[in-house]
């Protein structure tokens, strides 16, 4: 019976998840484990969220509103932009995922993006059946967006930036994209992944939300797992067109988004409170972690995220199994193609001391 699952699925290689505080401490058997492998808020969850939650448990036996209404007026309003441009989905892998399923015909389409990439963009192109064009980014590592638009053509869907970047950090500013817009053939949407985009300073420099009105081809996708702590919730959005935005609503699965992640997003969204005290956290950490890391004979990579990529001066996957054997877990990224390097997302003052110990000891 095997012969029923189609070509795709049968060599499809699935998603490697960063490794779990469980995988851990059961392998290593260390009982204290730092994660700063998933890019994960450093302060957990927001204390107003948590009560929120806590309220709402009492109605989940209730379906929530389908296309979480109230959430999308709230974002944009604060994106200025109208609601019916925002889609709200169970974290922005729904939102790429439902892109490519409405915009991209399978055996005739192609999606364009540069190589060393966050792994869902070739996950949904073989699923859907549509070609994966890689861009290479040359020795710099850096966003080769001239070249992206040099690969499209009439058959392209899809042109998708990471800015900040995952894994390097690096942002391509909000004058740049614009340009890469304007210079698609016509048909090819480009689509920006701001998961980070919060950490991204000074925002009038990288911004991309108020180019919306000007372009007809671009799709912000944001989402709350970083910023905003709620990972484990799934919610994240798209920012696009009406026209595109009532097909995704019109073609999607019902309830995606449940009733406790709409309720925490809108109670996030409120909480500025967090949403500072994070980004203040970060910066900080974030520039500690890449002088602690340069001292130490690191290259780092520098960033506009809440995490660093670091080519160690010695070997990268024995640096990542001696601090996951003192229960550190940072990612190594042989998964996107950059076996010398790692990544490490910024943790609380105590995780990154912590970390810059090991690191320094192990080096
Ligand atoms: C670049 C990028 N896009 C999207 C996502 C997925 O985010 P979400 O949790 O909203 O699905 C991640 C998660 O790590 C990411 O790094």
Same mark, same amino acid.
């Given at each position: 019976?095997?012969?029923?699952?189609?070509?795709?699925?049968?060599?499809?290689?699935?998603?490697?998840?960063?490794?779990?505080?469980?995988?851990?401490?059961?392998?290593?058997?260390?009982?204290?484990?730092?994660?700063?492998a998933s890019n994960e808020n450093p302060?957990?969850?927001?204390?107003?969220?948590?009560?929120?939650?806590?309220?709402?448990?009492?109605?989940?036996?209730?379906?929530?509103?389908?296309?979480?209404?109230?959430?999308?007026?709230?974002?944009?309003?604060?994106?200025?932009?109208?609601?019916?441009?925002?889609?709200?989905?169970?974290?922005?892998?729904?939102?790429?995922?439902?892109l490519y399923r409405v915009v991209a015909?399978?055996?005739?389409?192609?999606?364009?993006?540069?190589?060393?990439?966050?792994?869902?963009?070739?996950?949904?192109?073989?699923?859907?059946?549509?070609?994966?064009?890689?861009?290479?980014?040359?020795?710099?590592?850096?966003l080769p967006l001239a070249d992206l638009?040099?690969?499209?053509?009439?058959?392209?869907?899809?042109?998708?930036?990471?800015?900040?970047?995952?894994?390097?950090? !690096? *942002? /391509?500013? #909000?004058?740049? $994209?614009?340009? %890469?817009?304007?210079?698609?053939?016509?048909?090819?949407? =480009?689509? +920006?992944?701001?998961?980070?985009?919060?950490?991204?300073?000074?925002?009038?420099?990288?911004?991309?939300?108020?180019?919306?009105?000007?372009?007809?081809?671009?799709?912000?996708?944001?989402?709350?797992?970083?910023?905003?702590?709620?990972?484990?919730?799934?919610?994240?959005?798209?920012?696009?067109?009406?026209?595109?935005?009532?097909?995704?609503?019109?073609?999607?699965?019902?309830?995606?988004?449940? !009733? *406790? /992640?709409? #309720?925490?997003? $809108?109670?996030? %969204?409120?909480?500025?409170?967090?949403?500072?005290?994070? =980004?203040? +956290?970060?910066?900080?950490?974030?520039?500690?972690?890449?002088?602690?890391?340069?001292?130490?004979?690191?290259?780092?990579?520098?960033?506009?995220?809440?995490?660093?990529?670091?080519?160690?001066?010695?070997?990268?996957?024995?640096?990542?199994?001696?601090?996951?054997?003192?229960?550190?877990?940072?990612?190594?990224?042989?998964?996107?193609?950059?076996?010398?390097?790692?990544?490490?997302?910024?943790?609380?003052?105590?995780?990154?001391?912590?970390?810059?110990?090991?690191?320094?000891?192990?080096?």
């Amino acid at each position: 019976m095997k012969e029923r699952v189609r070509k795709q699925i049968l060599d499809f290689k699935p998603y490697t998840p960063g490794l779990t505080l469980e995988d851990i401490r059961e392998k290593y058997g260390v009982e204290q484990v730092i994660k700063l492998a998933s890019n994960e808020n450093p302060l957990g969850v927001s204390p107003v969220v948590q009560k929120v939650l806590g309220r709402r448990a009492a109605e989940v036996f209730r379906y929530p509103q389908n296309h979480s209404p109230r959430l999308a007026a709230a974002l944009a309003q604060r994106l200025g932009v109208t609601p019916d441009m925002v889609v709200v989905g169970n974290g922005s892998d729904e939102i790429i995922d439902m892109l490519y399923r409405v915009v991209a015909e399978p055996g005739r389409d192609n999606v364009v993006c540069y190589e060393h990439s966050f792994s869902m963009y070739r996950m949904c192109a073989k699923l859907c059946g549509v070609e994966y064009r890689e861009v290479p980014r040359g020795h710099g590592l850096g966003l080769p967006l001239a070249d992206l638009a040099r690969v499209a053509d009439e058959h392209t869907a899809l042109v998708i930036v990471t800015s900040p970047d995952n894994p390097t950090g !690096l *942002a /391509a500013t #909000a004058k740049e $994209l614009g340009e %890469l817009a304007r210079a698609l053939p016509e048909g090819a949407l =480009l689509v +920006v992944d701001g998961a980070y985009a919060e950490f991204a300073r000074p925002e009038e420099v990288y911004e991309a939300a108020p180019r919306l009105a000007e372009l007809e081809n671009l799709v912000l996708l944001r989402t709350f797992s970083k910023a905003y702590g709620l990972a484990g919730l799934r919610l994240g959005y798209g920012v696009m067109p009406a026209w595109l935005a009532s097909y995704l609503r019109r073609a999607r699965i019902p309830f995606t988004v449940n !009733l *406790a /992640a709409e #309720a925490a997003g $809108l109670a996030a %969204l409120e909480d500025e409170t967090f949403l500072n005290e994070t =980004l203040r +956290v970060v910066w900080q950490g974030r520039d500690y972690l890449a002088s602690a890391l340069a001292e130490m004979g690191c290259e780092v990579t520098p960033s506009q995220a809440n995490f660093l990529m670091f080519r160690p001066p010695s070997d990268a996957e024995a640096l990542f199994e001696n601090l996951l054997r003192r229960g550190i877990i940072v990612r190594h990224l042989k998964s996107f193609g950059l076996p010398e390097h790692l990544r490490v997302n910024v943790g609380t003052g105590r995780e990154n001391a912590a970390f810059a110990a090991a690191c320094k000891e192990l080096l």
